[in-house]
């Protein structure tokens, strides 16, 4: 499996919090996603980034904000948290091409009470 | 960007072959299909990717008719791992945005 590690694996917080999700992986890859999940919803693109610094929206971005200072590790985060942020959270990266295979994460269980 | 639909869910017996179809009307010339598949509390995994034609791999079978305007994946021989959730997604030229669908829900029965 592709080394990419999600943390925290799960997190409750309250409304109007502050929460950074994180993805670090040891692939050097240079594409990485942060997506969604919900039920009926499927996998929907938050944001991605195409290099260190380099970032850009995806379908759902309100309410979310990334930063990539590294190569490794690509930080998702949610500025004031609302309980329609609950969610699963996946990171995945990918090697350059669109073409290429993305490998996700374990994902992170973000409960917003 | 290629909206994908795909059949809910599907039910099978171990040791048949199980055949899913995706539809993709609006495909453009240079879009890749292709397919993921995930376990409840984990993500995504790659199957199998194609764009034309078919492909084969150790795990599946990828058929994409000359329109391309669907695919159909093909498992052999299914047993009760392969319960799952399985994603068509259609790889757009230029962009690296990947669109999952909600995905076919297959069961496989004993």
């Known amino acids: 499996d592709a080394g990419i590690t999600q943390s925290p694996r799960h997190k409750v917080t309250e409304t109007g919090t502050p929460v950074t999700l994180r993805c670090h992986q040891t692939e050097n890859h240079r594409y990485m996603y942060w997506y969604r999940q919900d039920p009926g919803h499927g996998l929907r693109l938050i944001h991605y980034?195409?290099?260190?610094?380099?970032?850009d929206k995806g379908e759902v971005s309100d309410g979310y904000s990334v930063s990539r200072s590294k190569t490794e590790d690509f930080l998702l985060t949610l500025e004031s948290a609302t309980s329609s942020q609950t969610s699963v959270y996946f990171c995945?990266?990918?090697?350059?091409?669109?073409?290429?295979?993305?490998?996700f994460g374990p994902g992170t269980r973000l409960t917003v009470l | 960007l290629a909206k994908t639909t795909q059949p809910i869910s599907m039910d099978s017996y171990e040791g048949q072959e199980v055949n899913i179809t995706c539809s993709h009307n609006?495909?453009?010339?240079?879009?890749?299909i292709t397919w993921y598949q995930q376990f409840p509390s984990q993500g995504p995994r790659f199957i199998i990717q194609?764009?034309?034609t078919k492909v084969t791999n150790e795990v599946a079978s990828l058929f994409i008719p000359a329109d391309r305007k669907s695919s159909t994946l093909s498992l052999p021989r299914v047993s009760l791992s392969d319960t799952a959730v399985y994603y068509c997604?259609?790889?757009?030229?230029?962009?690296?945005?990947?669109?999952f669908g909600t995905g076919t829900r297959l069961k496989v029965l004993a």
């Open positions: 194609g764009y034309k």
């Open positions: 995945a990266i990918s090697e350059s091409s669109y073409t290429d295979t993305q490998y």
């Open positions: 980034s195409y290099g260190v610094k380099d970032t």
């Open positions: 997604l259609v790889i757009t030229s230029g962009t690296y945005k990947y669109i």
């Open positions: 609006n495909i453009a010339t240079n879009d890749y």
